[in-house]
């Protein structure tokens, strides 16, 4: 598609519950990024995929995260056992390779809003 | 490790001013600077790319300078218009290609 599709748009789960976020990158893009904002904070780096190569896990908060890429495209990221403190949006990114000087752009897709209660 | 701060936090203008958002980080060492808008409860909006090698970048109304060296970027926007109300965030790619963002600058501009 022309841009990042994220699904859903808004998800509301019990606490405890396990929940799965989709996204869509663009077509070609082979760099994909997940990141979160909580109300009134700022965006928070959780994981990257580039290509085949190993996941950069670095950012995701707790073993209860997870996130997988499926044939180089779809990206799915996993919250178990879900907590009040998981509640915010979450923002899926794509750009093309990013190895090497000078890098490209994201393209952000519009996000889920997942509220815990 | 790479922070990024963005002044000021929120600015309230009247239309048709000038005006310059900051953007300060503490590790030169980054690939490239990009300039977003975000509208309240939508995702973001690329405005500006600045590759590291370069000094600015124009956009309409807009421009983006960036001085590696000294860890610096302006947003600058001409003309302000009531529709140009948003945040704005800064944020840098740095060297194990993850984007770090500032806070924002949250933007109100007065018709």
């Known amino acids: 598609g022309a841009g990042v599709s994220q699904s859903p748009s808004n998800k509301v789960t019990e606490k405890g519950k396990d929940v799965e976020l989709r996204c869509d990158p663009i077509s070609g893009h082979t760099a994909l990024y997940w990141y979160r904002q909580s109300l009134g904070q700022g965006l928070e780096f959780l994981i990257y995929f580039q290509g085949n190569s190993a996941p950069d896990k670095s950012g995701l908060p707790s073993d209860r995260f997870s996130a997988e890429r499926t044939g180089g495209s779809v990206s799915t990221l996993t919250i178990q056992r879900t907590q009040q403190e998981d509640s915010a949006v979450y923002l899926c990114a794509s750009s093309r390779r990013v190895t090497g000087a000078g890098g490209y752009g994201y393209t952000f897709g519009s996000g889920t809003r997942l509220t815990v209660v | 490790k790479q922070e990024v701060t963005q002044i000021p936090a929120a600015l309230s203008v009247p239309e048709g001013e000038n005006l310059v958002l900051n953007c300060s980080f503490t590790d030169s060492a980054i690939y490239n600077l990009q300039w977003f808008r975000q509208d309240p409860g939508k995702g973001l909006t690329s405005l500006l790319l600045?590759?590291?090698?370069?000094r600015e970048q124009t956009s309409g109304r807009l421009n983006a300078s960036l001085d590696k060296s000294s860890g610096r970027s302006t947003l600058y926007i001409a003309a302000s218009q009531p529709g140009d109300s948003a945040t704005y965030l800064c944020?840098?790619?740095?060297?194990?290609?993850?984007?770090?963002f500032g806070s924002g600058t949250r933007l109100l501009v007065r018709p």
């Open positions: 944020a840098v790619m740095d060297s194990s290609y993850k984007l770090i």
């Open positions: 600045i590759q590291s090698s370069q």
